[in-house]
């Protein structure tokens, strides 16, 4: 069972991104003994209707991959992207999306990329929601995301979804902070190969490892949420 993370910010490229570095997170990845990871930076940010432009997001892959492998970790591609002004997740994506920024242009890509649905209910304002059901055959696999409280938790509404259309579930952390990394993951019934660990996720050979926010924790994102959005704008 290989032991994987596939939604896990840094600030490598930019400050805001929250507290944590991509080698202290390989180095910590492997004392929690991760197998595969996947460090997705943000590729296009769309905040108060505005957009930036794409920037090289893989950047952090290309840095670390080799690190990573000295640690025993199997990095993958990836990042994630603003589409019509909804976050998607794309991992062993190797694609400028620029040109694929509709979700009806995403289906050309997915021979190319493996696409995530991140943490559809979360909020209304950047999540999938209707767009989750609309273009489920759009996603390889929906996310169980690891912002949620026992007495709040979009989980539900999103097993729902997952069930009805049959979809692999995988827990990510979506770590910006370090008390996400770690706590919301997924086993992987697979070889440690790139290809062997998606097709055993196509497969829904997954088994979750997920542990609810405490309340302070949540009070933290609360807390959060006005100061990064301002500072996506004006940094």
């Known amino acids: 069972m290989l032991k994987s993370d596939l939604h896990i910010h840094t600030k490598s490229l930019v400050s805001w991104e929250g507290s944590i570095t991509p080698r202290e997170l390989i180095d910590k990845a492997a004392k929690l003994k991760f ?23 893989l950047r952090t892959y290309r840095r670390y991959k080799d690190y990573a492998k000295k640690k025993g970790i199997l990095l993958l591609p990836g990042f994630e992207a603003h589409i019509e002004g909804k976050e998607v997740l794309f991992v062993d994506c190797l694609e400028d999306i620029k040109k694929y920024m509709t979700f009806e242009s995403l289906y050309d890509l997915k021979d190319n990329c493996f696409i995530i649905a991140p943490h559809p209910f979360l909020s209304k304002d950047c999540c999938l929601r209707d767009k989750l059901v609309e273009h489920i055959k759009l996603f390889d696999a929906v ?3 690891s912002s ?22 995988i827990a990510n952390s979506d770590s910006h902070w370090w008390f996400q990394f770690g706590r919301n993951y997924s086993l992987i019934d697979a070889d440690k190969n790139k290809d062997d660990f998606l097709e055993a996720i196509r497969k829904n050979k997954i088994k979750r490892v997920v542990d609810p926010l405490k309340f302070r924790e949540a009070l933290f994102f ?13 940094e």
């Not at 197998?35 to 997001?57: G, M, N, P, Q």
């Not at 949620?148 to 579930?169: A, G």
């Open 148 to 169: 949620y409280l026992r007495w709040f938790n979009s989980n539900l509404k999103t097993e729902e979804v997952v069930k009805k259309y049959n979809k692999p579930f």
């Open 222 to 234: 609360a807390a959060r949420f006005p100061y990064t959005h301002l500072r996506k704008e004006f």
């Open 35 to 57: 197998d595969v990871l996947c460090i997705s930076e943000h590729a296009t940010l769309d905040r108060f209707f505005r957009k930036t432009k794409f920037f090289d997001a």
């Open 143 to 145: 996310e169980h995301t």
